[in-house]
Each structure stands twice: as C-alpha cells, then as structure tokens.
C-alpha cells in the first residue's frame, strides 16, 4: 500500500509561483512512479505530469511544460511540483497520486487527499 500526504496549496496572483509537496509512505512506495493531476471546477480530471520510481524520467502535459517542473528525493520519499508563470487556468485542485507506470494515467491507483491551487487574474 502507499499513503501520500500532499501540502503547499494557497492562492497566488497570475505570474506568481508556487511549490506543492507530496509525502509518501508503505511498503512499496519508493518502488511506485508518482505524479501530479488536477481538477478544476466542472472539468474532469486532468494528467499534468508524472515522474518515474528513480527520479530519472519525466513526462509533462503540454499545458504546463515550460512552467512546472516535478522531482523526487528519494531519501525522504517525497516528491515535488514547482509551479511557476502561474495562470488563472491553473486553478485547480491538485492530487498527488502514485501507480505503477508514470506514463500512464489510467494506472495511478492511489491519490492523496488534494489541495486547492488557486490564481487570480
């Protein structure tokens, strides 16, 4: 199993940056890919990026690459989402989840409790 604790959600104006962090825990959580979605009001959930077991490979949405950059410390089992130029269409709620393929979306089968992410114009 993998528990995931996510935190660093706040409001911020279009421009500004923000960084999101994600705790993870259990027996098979250093061995799991993890990622990044989103969920605006009235849309379905959205992939913005994810990040392979060892840290070493990544694969953004075209909506954020350029402006977020996700990582992994692997000592502390955490992993990252630094977002910057944010825009109003970024405002969301975001999800920290864990699966076992980073390219794969449908695959991420568990989720943190999410934060709200939001920009003002």
């Known amino acids: 199993q993998v528990q995931l604790v996510e935190s660093g959600g706040g409001l911020v104006q279009a421009g500004g940056s923000l960084r999101l962090s994600c705790a993870a825990s259990g027996r098979t959580a250093r061995t799991y890919a993890m990622g990044w979605f989103r969920q605006a009001p009235g849309k379905e959930r959205e992939f913005v990026v994810g990040?392979?077991?060892?840290?070493?490979?990544?694969y953004y949405a075209d909506s954020v690459k350029g402006r977020f950059t996700i990582s992994k410390d692997n000592a502390k089992n955490t992993v990252y989402l630094q977002m910057n130029s944010l825009k109003p269409e970024d405002t969301a709620v975001y999800y920290c989840?864990?699966?076992?393929?980073?390219?794969?979306?449908?695959?991420?089968?568990?989720w943190g409790q999410g934060t709200q992410v939001t920009v003002s114009s």
């Open positions: 990040i392979n077991w060892s840290g070493g490979t990544t």
């Open positions: 989840a864990a699966g076992p393929r980073f390219r794969d979306s449908t695959a991420y089968n568990y």
